[in-house]
């Protein structure tokens, strides 16, 4: 009997022994095609047909574009697991995988140290004001003339976590140590226990109570553009917002606006509605903290993703399913 | 209370109210701006000839200079104390302060939490190499060319040297990113004040530390104890983050060990020579540079001015102060340990 094949769309950076120890269950192969319209060539062809499972990376949208219905639906039929190596996974349209019965993974838990890492940096980069201070450094003007305006302390600040998942909760352990006083939205109530003494309130309360504001939720049909000029009103005047989450879920051009009236003091940023791609409004502003989507990109954490989505592919060949699956498909 | 004056050199910003209301118990006057050669010579002339406390601001050095042995000895017989704002007075000789039968205070802990912050943000940035981020996305180039894997600090050794209550504050929010904590000081804090930080000597936490915070006070026997022989015992990689004063480390040892491989990065917010940088610091893409803005906050810069009114309040009141310096307070005996002076 021939080996199922397993396909790669991406780059492999650190767990190549560990990949490469798949060949002996596997026949590992990559796409010929560099390009979409290349790559559901490839699919329709049958070229692709015995691939079992799909190890997919964040960047691989480059060669293959989203994973949507219409990719979805051309490919092989042998194919019934899509392991995405991220935590956020909207670039795969998960219904239409389910419609095709296509299992779908993602890498959850091990992102969230690094994550919650690069959510508090951006909290206090835009609580103390330091891009201004940085900028006129480099430029050889020690702080500035006229000096920079001073900045705040988190101490005794309230911040609201929009997304109480594995991010939002090892957020709220690294904020606290900063004197942070932590409530929560999510769309269920955490246990006491998971809450660890997070006051649960409604998405308005958070939106009028909290002084920073933290989005640690996926995006999705529901949460794109969840937060727009409706929402920057019912926020706190002087509210600074910190996005790790996705840009989309943040009508971007509506962030600008809040800014420049002040109604929000800063912000700190990592992710943006159409990445690369930078709204003029944020690069402009010289108070806000700006950093380009890096939250797990450290050595440490790669590695460890890698190894949990290759764990994937692993135990899908070993056993026929997966370590763990995406929340939409629990019940499959 | 009748002919004692207070003296504010420079400004006070946040508690102007608090400071007026001083008036009740004393005459206010204010030098905001001058030159040391303009105070000297008004302090010789007996114009503050009724000052018994100066409140001394967080920028009066550039207005007065520092208040060494020259200056102090030009102060008015009526002085008594001097209230400085800050948790540093490396600017003021303590010493003749004393002989002088001058007593001084500082702003200890109204820093802590704040400088405690700027250290781990310079830590996380530093483990993250940062700078180069920040930059490519200001010019449009998103990652830019130097983009770089960076660390985590979870599971990775912090050493702290100088266990007061910046370190301690340090400590707390450095566990809380799973690191594991040891400090150095000269002498090792009772168990219940160490959070179970692990104390060791200061070779061995050159030797095993990953990060390296410098949190002690500069006094003639700290100038440079980071030097090329310290970095010399460090790990191959270390990161160093200084909050505390520039001239603890030797700052041209510091760009060789950064070409040499041996520092991996650095987050400083002070420079020996401060606001000259060297350019080796400077010009380096690798490190997070902050312009000496540890406790540049509303909330904070307001608690320290109160802190020093407190100070100036008890010492026409009471006639001592709130938080004298421990130089003032206590005195070493044979054994390097501090005494409680009487």
Redesign the interface.
Known sequence: MTKPKVLLLGVIDHAHESWNSLSSLAELIEPASRSRAGFLDECRSGKLDGVVAAYRTFASVNITGLFDEELVKVLPESLRFICHNGAGYDQVDVQACTDRGIRVSNVPTAVD??TA??N??LI??AL?G??T??I???D?K??GHPP?P???????KTLGILGMGGIGRNLK??A????MKVIYYNRNKLSDELAGGAEYVSFEKLLSSSDVISFNLPLNKTTRHLISTREFEKMKKGVVIVNTARGAIIDEDALVKALDNGHVWSCGLDVYEE??K?HPGL?ANPHV????H?GT??????TAMEDWNIGNIRAVLEKGKLNNIVPEQADM | MVGKAALLIGEITHARREWQECGAILKLKEYPDGSREEFVSKCRNGDFDDVTVIYRSNDSNKITGNFNKELVDALPDSLKFICHNGAGYDNIDIEACTRRGISVSSTPVAVN??TA??A??LM??A??R??S??????Q?N??GSN?Q??????NKVFGILGMGGIGSAVA??A????MKIQYHNRHQLPSNEEGGAEYVSFKELLETSDVLSLNLSLNPSTKHIISKPQFDMMKEGVVVINTARGPLIDEAALVEAMKSGKVWSVGVDVYEE??K?HLGL?ENENV??????GT??????RDMELLVLENLKDAVQYGRLKTQVLEQKYRKNEDDRWLRNH
Do not use: C, Y
């Open positions: 140290d690094a890492d690069v508090m940096f206090l980069g103390r330091f891009n201070s940085m006129a450094l480099r050889g020690w702080r920079p001073l900045g705040h302390d988190p101490e005794g352990k690294k606290e140590a900063f004197g990445e690369p930078v690069v903290m700006l950093v380009p890096m990109w450290t050595v440490e954490t790669q | 939490d704040a912050d700027i781990i943000f996380l940035g483990l993250r940062i700078t981020s920040f930059q490519s996305v200001r449009g998103w990652r983009f894997l960076g660390h985590d600090p979870k707390t929010r566990r809380a990113f799973g401060e606001p940088i400077l997070v540079l902050l312009p000496h803005i540049a906050t509303f909330e904070t810069q």
